[in-house]
């Protein structure tokens, strides 16, 4: 009898979860059907409340964060376009060349120029073989890059695109709106600045590029500029974190790029990062974790804040938010790292007005430093940064130009960064950073 009642109660269960998940699927049917009758603000409300249902048949969220990024986008809607578009890139969409496509179409909509051509260029690698379309797309990415008044690399695009199809009317009178003569000019001036002067001998460099020959360097970069209007936008961020990436690979790492990233996306890169460190030949691997956007304390703990995290209570913050000691650095030790490096510019004002009291004290935290590790603040423990005036916030514009000078040890780029931070703040922001490395590392040798 006992059994009987077991196997009933079994079976009900799996009627009812299979109920369920048929429930969940009519969703995402009724989503689809919406998205290609038009009805594009349905099709909204229906594909978000698929992704809401925890029991969903998740291998269907890739196309669902899809294609309600374009209904989105179709609606206009493009901060939330660019949030599903790169959801959909992190879950391995089908047809991500398109879907880079059209988070640079979003990108661009919004005014993030530099973002925008960085989608192109990933839509380009993976749309290449395609003629018509590559054409559409560097004659697209050339009309951003005159609006960043870059002419020699927007001329660049449409010679290219005009190899592509010598007949084509329309690419060949945007050539001709070019001044030529200005065109050699420029380029003549990028060569020479791209060349750089070898020394005939230079013992101490070729020492340090046969000690450190093998060392496999990889990187998890995150700029959050784009939250809510309860939270505000910021300036910097992202360009910050778009030109530490783009430093970083100059200085041999392998980059992972995160900009505007939600909860999931950094959960994502965060996994993906860890088992990059995970795979590495142990003492021969260096991490570095860089973010700029919101942080906030709470107690001892340090808490990196997504795009679109909603906090009204205390609680919130570590179900919504990133604890950067228990969660980044401690990772980092565990895995086969010689060295750990995180760099958080991220002491802005306090994002949640309404916790101050819970939130205590402005600024992060000290953290306790992990085996191997240089954990380095844009400013003092307990204090805030200042925003810039630029394109970079004051903290990352000085470790960009730091690290560009070969020869320096890691301790010597941070006191030169100390230094200037100091020089151009007046005094009011002194920048910190904590160690317990054995070793040496250099960002160029």
């Known amino acids: ?28 049917e009724k989503g689809f059907e919406n998205y290609k009758a038009g009805k594009l603000d349905q099709a909204i409300v229906n594909f978000s409340e698929f992704l809401s249902k925890p029991t969903r048949e998740k291998s269907l969220d890739v196309e669902a964060f899809y294609l309600r990024g374009l209904s989105y986008y179709k609606t206009e ?11 959909a890139i992190l879950l391995n969409h089908p047809n991500k060349g398109n879907t880079f496509w059209f988070l640079a179409l979003s990108h661009e909509k919004l005014g993030y120029y530099y973002e925008a051509v960085d989608a192109y260029e990933n839509a380009i690698r993976e749309l290449q073989g395609n003629k018509e379309t ?51 000019t420029l380029a003549s001036q990028q060569q020479t600045r791209t060349i750089v002067p070898v020394p005939e001998s230079n013992s101490t460099s070729s020492q340090l590029v046969e000690l450190y020959k093998d060392e496999k360097r990889y990187a998890l970069v995150i700029g959050n500029s784009q939250y809510g209007k309860e939270i505000g936008e910021l300036r910097n961020p992202v360009n910050d974190a778009v030109d530490m990436a783009s430093e970083l690979e100059k200085s041999n790492f392998e980059v992972q790029l995160l900009t505007n990233a939600t909860y999931g996306q950094i959960r994502a890169g965060l996994l993906k990062f860890k088992e990059k460190l995970d795979a590495g030949d142990r003492e021969k ?21 997504p795009v679109d995290a909603k906090i009204e209570y205390e609680d919130d913050i570590w179900r919504y938010c990133f604890p950067v000691q228990r969660m980044v650095l401690s990772n980092m030790e565990q895995s086969n790292t010689r060295l750990n490096i995180v760099i958080l510019d991220a002491c802005r004002n306090n994002p949640f007005p309404s916790l101050t009291r819970s939130l205590g004290q402005q600024g992060l935290a000290e953290m306790q430093k992990a085996r191997g590790s240089f954990i380095a603040y844009a400013t003092a423990p307990g204090s805030v940064a200042i925003d810039g005036v630029g394109r970079n916030g004051l903290y990352t514009q000085e470790i960009l130009k730091a690290i560009r000078k070969p020869g320096r040890t890691i301790e010597q780029v941070f006191k030169e960064v ?27 040798f």
């Open 1 to 28: 009898m006992r059994n009987f009642r077991r196997n009933i109660l079994l079976v009900t269960v799996l009627f009812f979860s299979f109920s369920s998940v048929r429930a969940q699927y009519k969703l995402y």
């Open 285 to 305: 691997t260096v991490g570095l974790f860089y973010f700029a956007g919101h942080g906030l304390r709470l107690e001892e703990e340090n808490y990196i804040v």
């Open 418 to 444: 100390r230094l200037n931070v100091l020089r151009l703040s007046e005094n009011k922001q002194n920048t910190w950073d904590s160690s317990n490395i054995v070793g040496e590392f250099y960002f160029k």
């Open 134 to 184: 590559l054409l559409k797309l560097l004659y697209e990415r050339s009309k951003v890059f005159q609006k960043l008044e870059n002419k020699l690399m927007a001329y660049n695009d449409l010679q290219r695109a005009y190899s592509i199809q010598p007949g084509n009317e329309v690419i060949r009178v945007e050539l001709d709106k070019f001044d030529k003569s200005e065109i050699a």
């Open 77 to 87: 809607n493009y901060k939330s376009a660019v949030a599903d578009f790169q959801e």
